[in-house]
Each structure stands twice: as structure tokens, then as C-alpha cells.
Nanobody, 129 residues
Framework: QVQLVESGGGSAQSGGSLRLSCAAS????????IGWYRQAPGKEEREGVA?????????LYDDSVKGRFTISVDNSENAVYLQMNNLKPGDTGQYYC?????????????????????WGLGTQVTVSS
């Protein structure tokens, strides 16, 4: 079965850390860009957080998370991780991972159109002040 499954969400205090995981099954990530986008409570707009080209590590980050979040891949696990440090209440939202066979720039553009190849059901992150 082809799917992406996110995990690792939860609650944290402002300044705390969480690590999100996204595991792919039924296909290999090697040709894809994979990344995370989020949706804040009560908002329809999706916001790109970070993405990485699985084959060469080229990454993009939203300005709001640069220096705090790190995206990484695990070839042996066919997975991607998002290490989130120094969390802020504004980071609260449902986090989704998604893939696109494209450049990192095209993945970022796809956040608004949701023209992804695969996506998961999401994991909730709640940061309290």
C-alpha cells in the first residue's frame, strides 16, 4: 500500500522541541522532493515549512523556521524527519508531509495548489506559551 505516515506530534511549551517523522511505504523516496507543510487552527491556508530533495539534500525552509527547524532524510528507513527546536506558539498546527517528483521550488509552489504525488493524514503540534 502506497502511503506516507506522520508521527511525533504532540504538545510542547514555548522554547521546547519536538521531532516529527514521516515514513513512506509502498514506494521509495529517492526521486522525490519531500517536505512538510502546516495548517494553523481555523485557517484554510497551507504554509510550507521545509522540504528536501531526497537524492541530493537540497533543502528549502520558510523564513519563520530558519535556524530552528532542520529537515533530514534517512535512506535506510525511507523516511524524513523534522527536528523542531525553540518552538513558538505560532508553530501550532496540523503538520503534513508530502512528496512531489520535482525541484524544491516546485514542491513549494505545490503547497498552495496541493498538486502533490503523495501526502499523509497529518500530525498535530500544539505549542503553549
Amino acid at each position: 500500500q502506497v502511503q506516507l505516515v506522520e508521527s511525533g506530534g504532540g504538545s510542547a511549551q514555548s522554547g521546547g522541541s519536538l521531532r516529527l517523522s514521516c515514513a513512506a511505504s509502498g514506494f521509495t523516496l529517492g526521486q522525490y522532493v519531500i517536505g512538510w507543510y502546516r495548517q494553523a487552527p481555523g485557517k484554510e491556508e497551507r504554509e510550507g515549512v521545509a522540504c528536501v530533495k531526497y537524492s541530493d539534500g537540497t533543502a528549502l525552509y520558510d523564513d519563520s523556521v530558519k535556524g530552528r527547524f532542520t529537515i533530514s532524510v534517512d535512506n535506510s528507513e525511507n523516511a524524513v524527519y523534522l527536528q523542531m527546536n525553540n518552538l513558538k506558539p505560532g508553530d501550532t498546527g496540523q503538520y503534513y508531509c508530502a512528496t512531489k517528483d520535482s525541484s524544491v521550488e516546485s514542491w513549494w509552489d505545490a503547497v498552495q495548489t496541493h498538486f502533490f504525488d503523495h501526502w499523509g493524514l497529518g500530525t498535530q503540534v500544539t505549542v503553549s506559551s
